[in-house]
Structures are given as structure tokens and as C-alpha cells.
T-cell receptor, first 111, second 113 residues
Framework: GIQVEQSPPDLILQEGANSTLRCNFSDSVNNLQWFHQNPWGQLINLFYIPSGTKQNGRLSATTVATERYSLLYISSSQTTDSGVYFCAVVGGGTSYGKLTFGQGTILTVHP | EAGVAQSPRYKIIEKRQSVAFWCNPISGHATLYWYQQILGQGPKLLIQFQNNGVVDDSQLPKDRFSAERLKGVDSTLKIQPAKLEDSAVYLC???????????FGQGTRLTVV
């Protein structure tokens, strides 16, 4: 099946700093989502972005499907941005939409 | 629009006991997923339903785990008997189409002692 690798595994920032999280995948994809897992464990949708670029406030994401990677940008980070960020994909070879997750990036933002 | 509902939020059981989790997906969503997330790891798909039917249960430990989706709406996931390594968060998600945007519930945190 498709492999998803996220980097870096851990990231520590001071409030106000910018960051870039990366997601590499091993095959073509039909779907790519970025999630933020809050301290209570819920996965919050950030972006649905199988290709192209999207922006939502301080967050933006870019997926270059032909090169098999996606980037999540966080600008002017806040302590509330802390948590685990997951990338999840649906491989192009699957017909039924199985979401495969990476291992996540743990982001800690200090005040 | 109501989100994906799961219950209970937390459960502590002894090993070899049984436990059941419930999920109510977003209204009209045909696809329902159950994921297991062990501490420090990404979620792993246990089973995926399309309406009433199972489309992927390749990683479901079928000797102890079972799941059903009645009338293509609510779903239950059962573990019997539980083992210590089943301690995890169990996440339910739903999607209106595949491949499509998946929405997750708050999860059930299971501790087996």
C-alpha cells in the first residue's frame, strides 16, 4: 500500500515564528488531508488538498502531486497551534477511499 | 450540521473483558471508518464500510474485534476479549463520497488494565 512520511517528527517554536511541515507519499493520490489533533485527541480538518494551494488565515498548504509531496505552512505561530499535525492520503490505486496516515509532526509553541 | 458522534468518551476495562464502542456518522454519509490510534502513532484503519457493506477489514484482528453497521447508519465496534495492547484511542470517521473529505469524531480512549 501507499507509504506516507512526515517530517520533522518534532518541532519546537517560539510564539510568532513560522514553520513548514512536510508530507511525502510513495504513489499517486486521489485525496490528501491535513489534520490537527488537539490535546483532547480529536482530529480537526485543516485542508482537503489533493493538488494545488489553499490558504486559511495563518495556515496554508501546497500539494505538488507530480512530485508526491505536500507542505503545510504555519505563520506567526500561537500557543494554540500546539499539537500533532497529520497528513493522510487516499492512494490513486484504491477505489474505495482508504485514508492512510503518516506518523505525524508534534508541534510545540512556547509563549 | 452535526458532526460524527462517538460514545463513550473514555473506558477502562480489565484484560479479557469485552467492550463496545458506538458511532453515529454525519447524516447522509455513506462511508464510515473505524481507526485505532496507539499513543505516539498515526491512526491505523481497522475497518471501512460503504453503506452496509465492508470494503476493507484487512487490518482488523478478527479473532477478537468485530464491527457492524446497521441499516447503513450507526456502527458499533466490539472487542472480546480485550488485551493490554488494545489500549488506544478508537476513532470513527465518515465521508459523503470516496475519495472525499473525511470528518472524525472525538474518539473513545480505551485503557485495558
Amino acid at each position: 500500500g501507499i507509504q506516507v512520511e512526515q517530517s520533522p517528527p518534532d518541532l519546537i517554536l517560539q510564539e510568532g515564528a513560522n514553520s513548514t511541515l512536510r508530507c511525502n507519499f510513495s504513489d499517486s493520490v486521489n485525496n490528501l488531508q491535513w489534520f490537527h489533533q488537539n490535546p483532547w485527541g480529536q482530529l480537526i480538518n485543516l485542508f482537503y488538498i489533493p493538488s494545488g494551494t489553499k490558504q486559511n488565515g495563518r495556515l496554508s498548504a501546497t500539494t505538488v502531486a507530480t512530485e508526491r509531496y505536500s507542505l503545510l505552512y504555519i505563520s506567526s505561530s500561537q500557543t494554540t497551534d500546539s499539537g500533532v499535525y497529520f497528513c493522510a492520503v487516499v492512494g490513486g490505486g484504491t477505489s474505495y477511499g482508504k485514508l492512510t496516515f503518516g506518523q505525524g509532526t508534534i508541534l510545540t509553541v512556547h509563549p | 450540521e452535526a458532526g460524527v458522534a462517538q460514545s463513550p468518551r473514555y473506558k477502562i476495562i480489565e484484560k479479557r473483558q469485552s467492550v463496545a464502542f458506538w458511532c453515529n456518522p454525519i447524516s447522509g454519509h455513506a462511508t464510515l471508518y473505524w481507526y485505532q490510534q496507539i499513543l505516539g502513532q498515526g491512526p491505523k484503519l481497522l475497518i471501512q464500510f460503504q453503506n452496509n457493506g465492508v470494503v476493507d477489514d484487512s487490518q482488523l484482528p478478527k479473532d477478537r474485534f468485530s464491527a457492524e453497521r446497521l441499516k447503513g447508519v450507526d456502527s458499533t465496534l466490539k472487542i472480546q476479549p480485550a488485551k493490554l495492547e488494545d489500549s488506544a484511542v478508537y476513532l470513527c470517521a465518515s465521508s459523503s463520497r470516496v475519495p472525499g473529505l473525511a470528518f472524525f469524531g472525538q474518539g473513545t480512549r480505551l485503557t485495558v488494565v
